[in-house]
Every structure is written in C-alpha cells, then in structure tokens.
C-alpha cells in the first residue's frame, strides 16, 4: 500500500511546504492518508495542488515503480481528459517545455487578431486581461468589463471572471483556482490552457459518431489513408517522422510539397518540411521543435493534439466536401448492394422458372405406357422429382419471395423506385407458375399407380388368354378332320351305329368346350377395352378362334344331319363303350377345367378376396368325393368291358372305347395331377394370405404414425399463424418464437422421413392407402411445405417490420399499436385492402382526404392490398431525412469545384479507395470532349429512376 496525505493551507508562503513528519510516518491531525484504491489513479513523485471539501491542498504522491505516463489512454470526453491528463502530463519536464511552446503559439495565433501577444505563459496572465481577451476572440463572446487596478484583489477578480466565464460554458474546472493564475503557478496554468483548448478548439470537433480527441484522431486517420507510409495511432509517436503531417498538407494542398519526393527514415527533414510549409503557405504557427519531437521517446500528445488541431481548423472548409463526399458514398453503397440484390432475385427467378419448365411437361404427361418397365420408370423420375428436386426449390421460392421483399423496402426506405423485375419474373407470374405445376402434379403419382396395377393386370389377362388359346388349339387338333370325315358312308350298321355315338360324344365335348371359347372372347374385350398394346394382335387371334369354333360347330351339325340319314341302317350299339364315353368326355373337360384353376395365378389385393378363394377351395374339397364316385362308375364301366373281353374271349382290340379318343388311364393320371395340385394351391393361398397380413401391418403402422405427424404439424402451423397475429409482443421475441418452432419442426422431421420409407415399402407391396389414417402421404407434405413457407413468410414480415422500426425511429410500444390495429383490419392475414386501409387510419386518428389515390400510391405492384411495412412506411415518410437526386447532384458539385464535370482526382481526393473505384466505374464521360472529366448529374438522376 502507499500512503497518500494532504494538507490544508492558507496563505502563500506555506502551500507548498509538505509535512516531513507525514512523509517519515508521523500521523498528525492535519494529514488524511489514502490508498491508490480510494484515489484510483497513478500519480508520480510531484506536489499537486487539489480542491479538497472546499479547501486548496497540496498533495504529495509517492510514484509507484509500475506506473508509467505513455500507458495513459485518453478517453472521448473531453472533461475527463482534462482531469486525467493534467496529472499524468506533468511528470516530464520536457513535455512541459513542449506545452508550454506549443500552448504560447496556440495563444497567439488567437491574439494576434486583436494586435498582441504573449512572450511568457505564466506571467502574462497574472493579471488576467489576456486571458479574458483570449477567451473573446476563441469565443467570439464579449466578456464583463475587467477591473483596471493592478493589485493582487483585481488581478483575482479578473482571473475569476475568465474561470466563470469557461464554467459558463459546462467546463468542469478542477484544482484551478484565480490565484494559481495569478501567482504564475506553471502547471496549472498549463492545465487551465488545455483546458481552454479541448472546449474551443477540440471538443467540437466530430467525425460520424466520435468526438474530441476520437473524432480528431478518427480524422487524421481518414485524410492520411491512401498514404501507405502512414499509420496514425495516437497523438505522440505516429507523428515523429514527420509523414503524417506531410500526408495532411498534401492531402488538402497538393501543390505545396512533393509527397512521394520525402524520404520516410529522414525524420527531421520531413517535420522541418512540414512546419515550414505550414507556416509560410498555411498561416499556421509554428507550435513543435523538430528536434524535440524526433529526440522524445514519446512526445507530449496534449501539445501535438493542439498543433493538429490548427490544421484541422485550417481545412475545416473542405467540411462541406467531405459531407457530400459521404452522402456520394452512401448513395453509392446503397446503389451498388440493391443492383446486387436485383441481379441475384433475376438469378434465382430465372433458374427456378427454368426449373418449373423442365418438369411441367413431365408431370403433365397422361400418356399411357404399354411397357410396364418403361412406367416403372416414370414411376422413378417422378419420385425423385418429389423428393430430391422439389424441396430444395420450395426453399429457393421462398428464399426468392424473402429476396424480392427485402429489396422492395430497402429501396422505399431509400426513395428510390420499387423494383420492376423483368417480364414473366414477378412473384405473382412466378407464384402462378407454381401453382400450375403443383396443380398438374396434383393426382400424377395416383395415376402412375393405376397405370402400374393396369398394365400388371393386362399382362396377367394376355397370359392366360393365350394359354387358353393354346388349349383350344390343342383340342381342336384332329378335330375339322374328323367331322369332315366320310367313314360313314362305308361302315355296317355297327360302325355306323359307333360313329353316330362318337359323334354324340364330340358334341358332348363341344359343349364342355364352349365355355373355354366365351372365357377366351371375354378376355379380349377385356384386353381392348383396358388398351392392351397388342390389342389388335389379341382380337386377330380371337377371331381366329371363333371363327374356327364356328367352322367346327357347321361340321358337326352337317355330320349329325348325314349320321342319322344312314342311322336307320345301324342294328347294334355297344351300350357300355357308349356310356362310358358319355362319362369320359364331361369328366376329362372338368379335369382339364379343374388343372387350369388350380395353375391359375392368384392376383388380388384385398384380404377379403384371399379369404374368398380359401373358401371357394375348401367348397371344391368338399365336391371331391361326388367328382371320385362319378370316377368310380367310370372304372367300373371300364372293368365291365374288361371282363366282358376276357370272359368271352375276345380280342383285346375290343377294349378300346369305339365312342371316345379318351382312355381310362389318362383319366385316371389327370385325376392323380389333380390330387398333387390341390396341397400346392393351397400352400399359394395361404402365402397370400400371409402377404396381406404383412400389408395390412404396414397399413396398420403408416396410419398410427401419420394420425400423430399430422395434428402435429397442423399444430405447429396454428402456432406460426397465432404467433403472426399477436401483436402484443415484440418483434424480437415473436422472431425467437418462430425459430424455436422451426428448430422443433427439424428436430422432429425424421418422424416425416420415416413415413415416407413406410410409404415406399407399401407401394413396393403394391399398397397404395391407409384406410384408418386420416392423412395420406400426399398431406402431411403438403403440411410440411405449408409449414416452411409459413415459417419463412411470418419470420421475413418480422424482419422487415424490425428493419422499418429501426429505419424509421420508432418506439416498440408505437410499432406495437400500429401492429394491433393493422392486424385487427387485416382479417384474411394477406394485406388492408382500400376500405380497410380507411378503417385502419381513422382508428390511429390519422385520416387522409383521398384514402382511394393514397392506396394507389402504397399498392405498387397492384395486388389489390398493401402491407404493414408500406403503410409504415407512409406514415413515418415525413420524419425521414431521405436522399434525392438533387442532393446527390449538389454533393458532386462541390466535389467539382462548380464545374458540369467531375474529375477522377476530384473523387479520389474525396472518397475512400474502393468506394471511389466502383463510383469511377458507374460514371460516364462527359459528352463535350474539351472537357475531360465524368458526367455525373445524368448517373444521379438515373440512380433515382432505375
């Protein structure tokens, strides 16, 4: 810890005197210790006079080993400068040599306006009419009449109307009092000083949003940035090459000395060059030894700050550039970031139109497929298309939506003109668009898998139409060959009698038959009507068969006709071999009919049709019986010929039927394939059966996942629709809100993306809906896209209505009242259309004479409505400091010296490196050859137009 004391004095003589017994430890009554904590600043090994409870005192501070003055960094307000750098500055003597020159031709650079002096700061003020004289003429104010005696009293009393004069002026004086002054006490003379200068010739100065010192240093930086050899940091060290004032001489007066001729190691010839030329061609004082300022390690900054600011002074004329200069270069950022953001929205709007062209013809296309591997391909693409292609084009549409929004207030906060994009670009052309697309997708993948289960089904139907078309084919072999026959003109009665009976049985079989021929007619209208692709190809061949059926049934009915004509001659007819072949040809039709269904393919897509077949096949298990009984008689009919043969002895010839070409041993193996089919048909049933299970599990589980993801995301739709309609909150936290609800939305959107893989797996099974889920696959996307958008629109009006509060000054509790009534106007969520608008105004007390031509002037892209921004937008129109074309043609006036032109060095000299590059850029060269420079009033007025 160290100690701190002070001591009260009265008179002159003992002010200055320091309680050795303090210093050795002594406490006495007239000493008050303090710890560097309670003083909470450094001080050095120095007597300095304080105010302290009302009292003058004299302080000694013992100097700590780690404080040093170049670590002190000065803040912006220029009071407390003044109470800091007083005490740090008085440490070195030779900084107080620097002050006291520096501050002496500072003074009389003021004094000289009234035709005097000083030679001595701490003497010539002691009376105080110079200092009441400087503090006219920097003040341009005229002070109390000062006493004219010259004892001790008027000399105070002078002093003091100067001190009250500068506390008249909101200056803070601390431990300055009139007979500091008055007995010529250096220090704090020098302080009163610089008081004097950060009030009158520093505090005032201001660069964007600094001030004082800040504000000067941010200046010097600004003027000397296209200097490479100069890096300004401070008001002590960056200035000892002497460059940086070189820099600021040649930055406002080219003509005076040759920047690029200076050699940076050349410190004393570059400061020497730079106050001579201030001096003799600036007016400005001689304040700083070169040699002084070389030699210090780090030189005084209040003294180099006071020689600064004269030159500040000096070119304070260029201010009025240097304002049109920041307005140029305002309007030219702006410019620039709106063209950007205008190429980017023609970009986006581009690419995504170009994208809604490439897949409108496709999902468009209604024509049908013949080739079902050619459909499962579209069947691909178009799933692709919804998965892959459209999400992130929905995110780009509202990207572009945000885009277009975003720029449209951007250039009604700047009065420019709303963006027009380019024919067939507007969000309105490219929202229609979309909808089209959407609207020619809507219902595509339903009819993809229609077209799917048609093309199996006729696939499946073509199949069994030419297996029976090879059935009757094989049955009718032999057949016009023999009803052509002639055999019965030549037979005895026995033969005729058994051709007459062979007949019957071809008839007989006939008519088992005619039922396969009207199932192979009724396949092919079937197959025309479903527009099989060798729909002519099947009737061609159906024909084929009718006719042929009906070439055969003339035959045989010709052939009856001659049988009976020669009928009366047959005597005799083998009972049995005719009624067995009456039983063998219905029994082998009904053989053949039974192979045919249990090889017959099971299609179907409903549990109930499997549980219908499985009935269907334990009914026909239960007609076996009666089928082997009527096979019975058959074997019995067989053995009766047998026997009849061998007990008579005849010859085995005899055993062949004369009535059928169907034998008892092929009857007997049909009847053996049939009881091998029967286990293996119903094996394929119950695997269907299991199939359906499975399908209905998947049905069962997509249902239970979708009835809890979409009241899910209808809740979380309420909540951005609820969250939109509020206007009781703050846009800051209502924009919170909405990202907290779409962080859940993507927290939670792999229950989505399961859905659609239990989706695919039902198609894949050829399942193609829920019937317990409320919602299909095709809803909750339809709820997830209405979600985004909503999302993405509310969070764009928030933000923009955040970026209009800003712009326009509002309060929140004024924007929160505009909101309230605007919503409560705005009943359909979509804008204030005119008689809204009207009802909106009258509630805020803001009624306007001709609401219909107000609407008109809000509603520029003519949709029938206007928004909240547009009319904040109006109503805080008047209160706006707005840039316009004059303004910005008057700024490059200025820059031009009052010429048509501006020149390149003009902009340069004026604006920063970049932004004066894209300036020079943008402008064109004056039409008048003779006159070498830009044309910048026509590119302001072009800026305001376009």
Not at 490 to 513: L, V
């Amino acid at each position: 810890m160290v100690e701190y004391f002070s001591r009260s004095y009265h008179t002159p003589n003992d002010r200055y005197k320091p309680n050795n017994n303090a210093v050795n430890g002594a406490v006495t009554n007239n000493i008050r210790y303090y710890t560097e904590d309670e003083l909470n600043i450094p001080m050095p090994n120095s007597f300095f006079p304080t105010l302290y409870n009302g009292e003058l005192t004299y302080n000694y501070y013992p100097m700590s080993s780690s404080t040093s003055s170049s670590s002190y960094q000065p803040s912006s307000d220029y009071v407390q400068q003044e109470e800091e750098w007083d005490r740090d500055a008085l440490l070195d003597p030779l900084w107080e040599q620097q002050q006291k020159k520096t501050f002496t031709a500072w003074i009389n650079s003021h004094l000289r306006k009234a035709g005097t002096k000083i030679d001595s700061l701490e003497h010539d003020f002691q009376n105080g009419l110079k200092l009441m004289l400087l503090l006219e003429v920097i003040s341009g104010q005229t002070l109390p009449k000062p006493d004219k005696g010259r004892t001790r009293f008027h000399k105070i009393a002078n002093v003091s109307k100067a001190l009250q004069y500068i506390q008249s002026r909101g200056v803070k004086l601390v431990s300055v009092g009139p007979e500091e002054v008055v007995d010529g006490n250096v220090k704090l003379t020098l302080g009163l000083i610089w008081t004097i200068i950060l009030r009158f010739a520093i505090q005032e100065i201001s660069v964007g949003a600094h001030s004082a010192r800040d504000g000067l240093l941010l200046w010097c930086q600004r003027k000397t940035e296209p200097y490479d050899d100069v890096d300004i940091q401070n008001f002590s060290t960056s200035w000892k090459d002497g460059l940086a004032f070189c820099a600021l001489i040649h930055r406002h007066r080219p003509d005076l000395l040759d920047y690029p001729g200076l050699n940076p190691r050349e410190h004393l010839t570059n400061l020497k060059t730079a106050f001579d030329v201030a001096e003799k061609e600036l007016d400005i004082p001689k304040m700083l030894e070169p040699e002084v300022l070389v030699n210090s390690s780090v030189p005084d900054e209040k003294a180099v700050m006071t020689y600064v600011s004269s030159f500040y002074h000096k070119f304070t004329g260029k201010n009025k550039l240097e304002k049109a200069a920041n307005r140029i270069g305002r309007v030219l950022t702006q410019n620039r970031e709106n063209v950007k953001m205008a190429d980017d929205y023609e970009l986006l709007a581009d690419d995504l139109l170009t994208w809604i062209d490439t897949w409108m013809p496709v999902v468009s296309n209604r024509n049908e497929e013949t080739d079902s591997e050619a459909l499962k391909r579209r069947m691909s693409k178009f799933r692709h298309y919804r998965q892959n292609e459209k999400p992130p084009r929905i995110e780009e549409k509202s990207q572009l939506e945000t885009l277009f929004n975003t720029l449209q207030n951007r250039l009604r906060l700047a009065n420019r003109p709303a963006f027009q994009p380019r024919d067939g670009q507007s969000i309105r052309e490219i929202n229609m668009a979309w909808n089209n697309l959407e609207q020619s997708e809507k219902g595509y993948e339903e009819w993809l898998l229609s077209e799917v289960m048609r093309l199996q089904r006729l696939e499946r139907l073509a199949e069994k139409f030419y297996r029976k078309c090879a059935a009757h084919n094989q049955w009718c072999l032999g057949k016009e060959e023999k009803l052509k026959s002639n055999d019965y003109k030549s037979a005895d009665c026995y033969n005729i009698k058994a051709i007459r009976k062979r007949h019957e049985a071809i008839e007989s079989d006939m008519e088992g038959h005619q039922e396969r021929i009207g199932q192979i007619v009724q396949i092919a209208k079937e197959l025309t009507r479903l527009q099989y692709a060798k729909a002519l190809e099947v009737a061609e061949k159906c024909e084929d068969v009718v006719v042929e059926w009906e070439t055969l049934g003339q035959l045989a009915k010709s052939r009856r006709s001659k049988i009976t004509e020669a009928e009366k001659i047959v005597k005799e007819l083998d009972e049995i071999h005719l009624k067995l072949a009456k039983q063998l040809g219905p029994f082998h039709s009904w053989l053949d009919s039974v192979k045919e269904d249990l090889n017959d393919i099971v299609i179907v897509n409903q549990m109930d049709e499997v549980e219908s077949l499985l009935e269907d096949h334990r009914l026909f298990n239960k007609t076996l019986p009666e089928a082997e009984s009527t096979l019975n008689k058959i074997r019995e009919l067989h053995k009766r010929t047998e026997d009849i043969v061998r007990t008579n002895k005849l010859d085995s010839s005899l055993l062949r039927n004369p009535y059928t070409d169907f034998s008892v041993d092929k009857i007997e193996k049909m009847w053996r394939e049939m009881e091998d089919l029967l286990p293996k048909r119903e094996s394929q049933l119950k695997q269907e059966k299991n199939r359906q299970q499975k399908s209905q599990q998947l049905q069962s589980e997509f249902a239970e996942k979708a009835n809890i993801v979409g009241p899910w995301l209808e809740d979380l739709l309420e909540q951005v629709l609820t969250t939109r309609s509020t206007p009781n909150t703050t846009l800051e936290s209502t924009l919170a809100d909405l990202k907290v609800i779409k962080d859940d939305a993507f927290a939670n959107k792999h229950e989505l993306t399961e859905l659609e893989k239990i989706n695919h797996n039902m198609h894949e099974n050829m399942i193609f809906e829920a019937p317990t889920s409320k919602y299909t696959m095709e809803s909750l996307r339809v709820g997830w896209e209405s979600l985004m958008t909503a999302l993405n629109k509310v969070s764009n009006e928030v933000e923009n209505q955040i970026l209009l509060r800003d712009s326009k000054g509002l309060t929140n509790d004024q924007l929160k009242e505009y909101r309230r009534a605007f919503v409560h106007f705005d009943i359909d969520s979509k804008g204030l259309n005119e008689e809204q608008l009207k009802a909106f105004l009258i509630s805020i007390g803001n009624e306007h004479g001709d609401v219909h031509e107000l609407f008109k002037q809000l509603d520029v892209n003519n949709l029938g409505y206007v928004g909240f921004e547009a009319v904040i937008d109006y109503l805080t129109k008047e209160n706006t400091d707005q840039d316009k074309a004059e303004q910005m043609i008057e700024a490059f006036r200025l820059l031009a010296n009052g010429r048509s032109a501006v020149t390149e060095d003009e902009i340069r000299k004026e604006l920063p490196p970049k932004l004066a590059s894209y300036c020079i850029k943008q402008l064109k060269h004056y039409h008048d050859p003779s006159d070498r420079g830009y044309d910048y009033e026509t590119f302001c007025r072009n800026i305001f137009i376009h």
